[in-house]
């Protein structure tokens, strides 16, 4: 139980266009899902917190115009990067939960490369 | 700012043997704190949780510590194999969100 489904797995855009990220909780109803970005090497660091219904609580210094998120429903959020330029070259990755003090379930990521 | 930090960047171990991974954080709001298996272009896996009103917890071969005192926090891997080679993240819950510590990458030698 608990699957977290991400897609696409891999992207590779050119710089000025758009791209979009889904995450769906399969088994569960996540009340919240988090999005996380990683670099080589490094942690994970927490973009954003989505919960279903409302809006996007996003962390400092990350651009809420450039990181569209939309949690539509229990099972699904979505990122956008738009306007991608190569600096948002990254492994994304986002998770679900579906109370506070539980683990969260994680999707297994999607590599954005841009071109 | 606050964070989860950990002690050492890589561990490498012999088959067979046990393995203690370390970690500090700083945040005293923290109540629950989770380790986490990560292996090459993949997402984070759930190993084990415990709440701050705990010091132990046991699961399949690992077990994890909290020492609160210290804001200390340690997972054991019993019998480390081949497959238990990944990245180590401890993860700490404040404020309804997780944050990961720097990682400690686990190399297991035949």
Known sequence: ??????????????????????????????????????????????????????????????????FLINHASLTLSTLTVTSAHPEDSSFYICSARVRDREPLHFGNGTRLTVT | GESVGLHL???SVQE??????????????SDYFIWYKQESGKGPQFIIDIRSNMDKRQGQRVTVLLN?????????????????SAVYFCAENAYYKLSFGAGTTVTVRA
């Not at chain 1, 992207?11 to 990220?21: A, D, E, M, P, Q």
């Not at chain 1, 490094?42 to 409302?54: I, K, V, Y």
Request: charge should be positive; proline fraction near 4%; glycine fraction near 6%.
């Open chain 2, 9 to 11: 960047p890589t561990l």
């Open chain 2, 68 to 84: 609160k005192t210290v804001k200390h926090l340690s997972l054991q891997i019993a019998a480390t194999q081949p497959g238990d």
């Open chain 1, 1 to 66: 139980g608990a699957v977290v489904s991400q897609h696409p797995s891999w992207v590779i855009c050119k710089s000025g266009t758009s791209v979009k990220i889904e995450c769906r909780s399969l088994d569960f109803q996540a009340t919240t899902m988090f999005w996380y970005r990683q670099f080589p090497k490094q942690s994970l660091m927490l973009m954003a917190t989505s919960n279903e219904g409302s809006k996007a609580t996003y962390e400092q210094g990350v651009e809420k115009d450039k």
């Open chain 2, 16 to 29: 067979g043997d046990n393995s203690i991974i370390n970690c500090a954080y700083s945040n005293s709001a």
